[in-house]
C-alpha cells in the first residue's frame, strides 16, 4: 500500500490584532446553527462578493466555488464573512476534509455588500486585516479539487443552503440558479430547516 500523499502547505491566512481570521462561506456554512456547531467561537462581519467566480454542484453532491469564465464580466459569488479563530479554522480544515484532498483553502478577495449588521451573535472583535483601495479584503475560502460536476444530495440545498440565502436575502435570480439544481429528497437533520432570521441583502427591485 503506497504511502499518503502529503497536502500542499496551507495558505496563512491574514490575522488581525485578536488573533482572528475571515473566512467568506457561500454553501452550508452560511447557516447559522451548523457554524454554531463547527466552529462556535466564529462571529459573523458582514455579507460580501466574490466577483469573477461561480457556484456549482460537484460530483460529490455539494456546492463549491470556481473561476468564471473570463468571457462572463457579472460572475459572481455571493456570502458571509466570519471571523474564525486559529481553533474554528482547523476545525473547518477537517469538514472541509483539506487533509484528505477533497477541498483546499485558499485566499480570494472579497467586497463588502452591504453594511447592516446581521441578525444574531456578532461579538465585539476587531478587523481581521486592512481592506485595499476599492473596499475589498483578503478571507480565506474552501474549494473542491474535483472540478467535476454533479447533481446535489439529497436534501443539502433544500435544509442547509436555500433557508440561509432566502434569509439573507439573495437576488431572486441568484437563489433560483441554486434552485434550479434541486433533486427530490428531504433527508438532513431538522435543525438545518430553521434558519435564524435577518436580511442581510437587499434585493433589486427588478429582481423581487
Same mark, same amino acid.
Given at each position: 500500500m503506497g504511502a499518503r500523499p502529503v497536502p500542499?502547505?496551507?495558505?496563512?491566512?491574514?490575522?488581525?490584532?485578536?488573533?482572528?481570521?475571515?473566512?467568506f462561506a457561500y454553501g452550508s456554512n452560511l447557516h447559522r446553527p451548523?457554524?454554531?456547531?463547527?466552529?462556535?467561537?466564529?462571529?459573523v462581519e458582514t455579507p460580501a462578493r466574490l466577483t469573477g467566480w461561480e457556484l456549482f454542484v460537484t460530483n460529490d453532491g455539494v456546492l463549491?466555488?470556481?473561476?468564471?469564465?473570463?468571457?462572463?464580466?457579472?460572475?459572481?459569488?455571493?456570502?458571509?464573512v466570519w471571523r474564525c479563530t486559529?481553533?474554528?479554522?482547523?476545525?473547518?480544515?477537517?469538514f472541509e476534509a483539506v487533509d484528505?484532498?477533497?477541498?483546499?483553502?485558499?485566499?480570494?478577495?472579497?467586497?463588502?455588500?452591504?453594511?447592516?449588521?446581521?441578525?444574531?451573535p456578532t461579538g465585539a472583535?476587531?478587523?481581521?486585516?486592512?481592506?485595499?483601495? !476599492?473596499?475589498?479584503?483578503?478571507a480565506v475560502v474552501y474549494t473542491a479539487v474535483s472540478g467535476r460536476e454533479g447533481r446535489p444530495r439529497p436534501g443539502y440545498l433544500e435544509l442547509s443552503v436555500l433557508p440561509p440565502m432566502r434569509e439573507l436575502g439573495f437576488p431572486a435570480g441568484y437563489v433560483g440558479q441554486v434552485e434550479s439544481w434541486?433533486?427530490?429528497?428531504?433527508?438532513?437533520?431538522?435543525?438545518?430547516?430553521t434558519p435564524e432570521p435577518g436580511a442581510?441583502?437587499? !434585493?433589486?427591485?427588478?429582481?423581487?
Open positions: 500542499p502547505a496551507l495558505p496563512a491566512p491574514p490575522a488581525g490584532p485578536d488573533g482572528r481570521v475571515r473566512y451548523q457554524m454554531a456547531a463547527l466552529a462556535p467561537s466564529a462571529v463549491s466555488i470556481r473561476p468564471a469564465a473570463a468571457a462572463d464580466p457579472t460572475a459572481e459569488v455571493l456570502g458571509l486559529p481553533a474554528d479554522l482547523a476545525t473547518l480544515d477537517r484528505e484532498g477533497l477541498y483546499v483553502r485558499t485566499l480570494v478577495t472579497v467586497t463588502v455588500t452591504d453594511t447592516a449588521e446581521p441578525a444574531g472583535v476587531g478587523p481581521a486585516g486592512p481592506a485595499d483601495a !476599492t473596499g475589498g479584503f483578503e434541486l433533486v427530490a429528497g428531504t433527508a438532513g437533520p431538522a435543525w438545518l430547516a442581510v441583502f437587499t !434585493t433589486p427591485p427588478d429582481q423581487a
